[in-house]
């Protein structure tokens, strides 16, 4: 989405208190059209609410679409959208919950995962994340377990096991996530 080229962008961020609301607006050039009939711009929308609730809980609903232009085309370019809800209970714990739809032509990809984590920096942390929809294998449900590890402040580590479900086959994989920073 932000790796296109961008005609036309614009943004608003509101905030108060306990309360912080972003809206952004991109507007981004196709390339030249193969006929008159064909879309050539394509426009993105996002959109975020935050809640500080009492007790350094935090929630948090994203939201992001994208779709051809509002005037009608001959041809539809892909449009799709995602929601995106995170609870922060506190510095370490979160629950997550997004969703994605995907329209190519006639045909629509769902995505859906849930997440569950508690990585505090000094302890040894964990999480579990239930997938559903790839890319290339929109029925494939995933488990994935793991567990935190920090490197000091500015790394971690995430090693894990995957179990990838196609309809009666269960594949298990170990997995190694890892991030920092400099």
Not at 65 to 85: E, L, M, Y
Request: hydrophobic share 40%.
């Amino acid at each position: 989405m932000l790796i296109k080229s961008h005609k036309y962008a614009g943004g608003l961020i509101l905030r108060s208190k306990n309360v912080a609301v972003s809206l952004a607006e991109l507007v981004s050039v196709a390339g030249k059209p193969q006929s008159a009939g064909d879309a050539s711009r394509v426009f993105t929308e996002f959109g975020q609410f935050s809640y500080q609730i009492p007790d350094d809980i935090k929630l948090t609903l994203s939201a992001a679409w994208h779709g051809p232009s509002v005037f009608p085309r001959k041809r539809k370019p892909t449009a799709g959208g995602c929601i995106d809800v995170e609870l922060k209970i506190d510095e370490d714990s979160r629950i997550g919950a997004w969703i994605e739809i995907n329209r190519k032509l006639n045909t629509r990809l769902l995505r859906w995962a849930l997440t569950l984590s508690d990585t505090p920096e000094g302890d040894l942390g964990w999480g579990l994340i239930l997938r559903k929809g790839t890319e290339a294998k929109p029925q494939r449900f995933q488990v994935e377990g793991f567990l935190n590890l920090h490197l000091g402040k500015k790394a971690a580590v995430q090693p894990g096991i995957v179990f990838n479900v196609d309809g009666r086959r269960c594949t298990p994989a170990l997995v190694f996530h890892s991030s920092w920073s400099l």
